[in-house]
């Protein structure tokens, strides 16, 4: 079969006509019809197919190399940004609950009671009317855990976030987080960085694409910053936030988490978020049947845990406000019932381990510090409720060390439990945490892939991953089954707006033009009226009108809104003042991909599609991809 010659503009002469092989009619071969009356019809039809709309002056769009430098810029400031956020973070905390000046703070330290005892619990409630009134005072935007907002700008605003709310996203997170309430940090610098990025484009005005690409860059920048996991942020960019994943959108994103990740190992240092014990598990070990068995069970608690988390969540966030009085009285009790929950710990054990991101619970689980079963699991059952109340009532924190915390002290408990009745299982504490804190962040947030390599950046253990794939699988199957949507997405269906989960489905791609073409089309001879081509065709499904002369193809007429009714009105106009002038050609073999990228570059409206042969003639044409064949198959693989 003769084959088309590679990286060539073959030209070849295709019934009278020049006909390159990028499928291009050039417009000096086209038949006259300037001489063609024109008509009278008030109907919007023109003779040829005109070029889009221009792109509008307060949008500009610049090739991949300044997108990447530009990336680079995001990172920098969202690294800078992480530092920042850190810093006041301590300077809060050391205020509110050891009441002095310093901006020094290890998270992953536990600190034991507070100076003020039991006037502690009147922390986050002061904290908590302060980030009230900022929120209302300056920017919505900034109450709640952050990514259902930027989630929102990427899919409902153009990628448009006001540059306001990374300044009070920082100052509202770090009151809430210093003064006690039970949010992590991780969603506050995705929602600054998404800000800092969208805000930096939006002043160069920068195109819609390239604004979503630099506030996902922005936002995975922040995460990887905060965790030192620069894959993890990559990832998380491309899993929750990015429609598109090409190189267009994955080289800014990659730049960016990188310089993030940089400013941040120098400022802070190099260390992962957690002191990750030697786990003293062989590959062999993991793939024990014991451990299999132990593992996929921790899974699916971990998925019933998140989908529990989920469903609290818009409980206290819808319940909230429907308590008597306005915003600032209901977080009075909100952040009340907090701090209550603190004493009560720091009383009875010497620690109020429900404040702030948790990280210090983490690390002693890690570290194999808490070895009481019971203990873990109230914690584990006081950190949710202290979670979804705080961000209910109108705190300003993330949900991820949130869902690393519950894994942990799930994934701990469970351990202690199977050792008790299985003493020979080989389960330990630090594994179960580890699995238990991927597996709760894979199946809360829909970021499978994140949370199991930023795992494996934590740990740089191999031989742990192969539980950790097992328990986030489980567990996010699990969740899945017990309700769609993730604790990101779940707000914004509140709203009516709904995320597509199947965004990144590009398969239809690889389809074959005669696996979409419409097989049914008009052929007319030049000379042939409107009326007389179209005869008694429906006007809801009116076919792509091929024109040809002699033999000879003169060109195509795509099916248009309003044309058969124009052959009501002037029956007599021929059809050949119609044809497109840039008309594209493909074979019966040719990729949709191909086909889509002749189109866009023709600016064409359909296809003529012939089957494979050396000098294509009329009787070689086998259909015509259109428009509309085309939107069809991209709306049927989303049900394959």
């Not at 530092?83 to 703070?105: K, M, P, Q």
Request: proline share 5%; glycine share 10%; with cysteine.
């Amino acid at each position: 079969m003769w084959q088309f010659p590679k990286q060539q503009n073959f030209p070849l002469i295709l019934r009278g006509l020049h006909v390159d092989w990028f499928g291009h009619f050039p417009d000096s071969t086209v038949p006259d019809m300037s001489s063609a009356p024109l008509s009278s019809s008030k109907f919007p039809i023109r003779p040829v197919v005109g070029s889009p709309a221009p792109v509008p002056d307060r949008e500009r769009r610049v090739n991949l190399l300044v997108l990447c430098g530009l990336a680079l810029i995001v990172g920098v400031m969202t690294g800078c940004g992480a530092v920042a956020l850190r810093t006041l973070i301590g300077l809060f905390h050391n205020a509110f609950y050891n009441g002095t000046f310093s901006i020094w703070y290890d998270a992953n330290v536990s600190e034991g009671p507070s100076r003020f005892g039991n006037w502690v619990f009147l922390s986050p409630v002061l904290g908590g009317l302060v980030v009230v009134f900022l929120v209302q005072r300056f920017a919505p935007e900034a109450k709640g855990h952050g990514v259902p907002e930027v989630m929102d700008a990427v899919f409902y605003k153009r990628g448009n976030i006001r540059g306001q709310v990374a300044i009070i996203k920082s100052l509202a997170s770090a009151l809430s987080i210093g003064s006690g309430a039970a949010v992590g940090r991780e969603g506050p610098i995705i929602q600054i960085g998404a800000a800092l990025g969208s805000a930096f484009s939006q002043a160069i005005k920068l195109s819609t694409w390239q604004k979503i690409t630099l506030l996902s860059a922005g936002a995975g920048a922040g995460i990887a910053a905060t965790f030192n996991t620069p894959l993890g942020g990559v990832l998380f960019a491309l899993e929750i936030l990015l429609p598109e994943v090409s190189n267009r959108t994955f080289l800014p994103v990659v730049i960016a988490t990188g310089a993030a990740t940089t400013i941040g190992r120098i400022l802070i240092g190099p260390d992962p978020a957690f002191v990750v014990p030697d786990i003293q598990m062989s590959l062999a070990q993991a793939l024990g049947l014991q451990e299999a068995i132990a593992f996929v069970v921790l899974g699916a608690l971990c998925g019933v845990a998140s989908w529990a988390f989920i469903r609290l969540l818009v409980v206290m966030e819808d319940g909230f406000p429907k308590l008597p009085g306005n915003a600032y009285t209901q977080n009075i009790i909100g952040m009340a019932a907090v701090g209550l929950m603190m004493v009560a710990l720091t009383h009875a054990f010497g620690h109020p381990y429900v404040d702030g991101v948790g990280y210090g619970v983490i690390q002693s689980t890690l570290d194999n510090k808490m070895t009481y079963a019971g203990l873990l699991a109230s914690l584990f059952v006081l950190k949710m409720l202290a979670t979804t109340i705080s961000l209910g009532c109108g705190a300003s924190g993330g949900i991820f060390s949130p869902s690393l915390y519950l894994g942990a002290t799930l994934g701990g408990a469970f351990a202690l439990v199977v050792s008790m009745v299985f003493p020979h299982a080989g389960l330990t504490v630090p594994s179960a945490a580890i699995v238990g804190m991927a597996a709760m962040v894979g199946a809360g947030t829909g970021g499978v892939m994140t949370a199991i390599v930023m795992v494996f950046e934590m740990t740089r253990d191999y031989a742990i991953i192969v539980p950790v794939i097992v328990g986030v699988a489980v567990a996010a199957g699990i969740r899945r089954t017990l309700i769609g949507e993730t604790i990101y997405t779940i707000k914004l269906r509140h709203r009516g707006h709904r995320i597509p989960k199947e965004r990144h489905i590009n398969l239809y791609l690889v389809k074959q033009a005669q696996d979409i073409m419409e097989r049914r089309f008009i052929l007319a001879k030049v000379g042939t009226t409107l009326k007389e081509a179209i005869g008694a065709e429906d006007t809801d499904d009116l076919r792509a009108i091929i024109v040809e002369r002699e033999g000879r193809i003169v060109g195509l007429i795509p099916p248009r809104s309003g044309l058969w009714l124009e052959s009501q009105r002037n029956p007599n106009l021929l059809v050949e003042r119609f044809v497109e002038i840039r008309a594209v050609i493909c074979r019966d073999i040719d990729l949709l991909s191909l086909v889509l990228a002749r189109l866009k570059r023709h600016r064409s409206g359909a296809a003529i599609v012939f089957h494979g042969v050396d000098r294509p003639r009329v009787r070689d044409i086998v259909g015509v991809i259109t428009k509309r064949a085309i939107a069809d198959t991209v709306i049927d693989s989303y049900d394959d």
